[in-house]
């Protein structure tokens, strides 16, 4: 059973920043894309930024582009989004998803092409 738990969620003041990460186990990481996403009160869940098996391939929703960055320590099995210059408009649950097709050279956007999902973890901006 492949378990994502994602960390470091938290209060902030706008323009400050966090890092959250998320722990793949269970099932195998390197060879498997990651994303993050987001759920805010009474909207749908959306693309924030995704990496692919390699690291070498990133996106990133253009909300977040030049503040947020994702990365992955395969050693570690743990894939971080650093989140700076936080707006109150990024206030939403957060959660991490796994790619369960290995090697793949498709980096998925869509939550629906995501096989394995964290619990989330709340990020709040206050103003």
């Known amino acids: 059973q492949v378990q994502l738990v994602e960390s470091g969620g938290g209060l902030v003041q706008a323009g400050g920043s966090l890092r959250l990460s998320c722990a793949v186990s269970?099932?195998?990481?390197?060879?498997?894309?990651m994303g993050w996403f987001r759920q805010a009160p009474g909207k749908e869940r959306e693309f924030v930024t995704a990496?692919?098996?390699?690291?070498?391939?990133?996106y990133y929703a253009d909300s977040v582009k030049g503040r947020f960055t994702i990365s992955r320590d395969n050693a570690q099995n743990t894939v971080y989004l650093q989140m700076n210059s936080l707006k109150p408009e990024d206030t939403a649950v957060y959660y991490c998803?796994?790619?369960?097709?290995?090697?793949?050279?498709?980096?998925?956007?869509?939550?629906?092409?995501?096989?394995?999902w964290g619990q989330g973890t709340q990020v709040t901006v206050s103003s």
């Open positions: 998803a796994r790619d369960n097709k290995s090697w793949n050279w498709r980096t998925p956007l869509q939550a629906i092409e995501y096989d394995d």
């Open positions: 269970g099932g195998t990481f390197s060879r498997n894309g």
């Open positions: 990496i692919n098996w390699s690291g070498i391939t990133t």
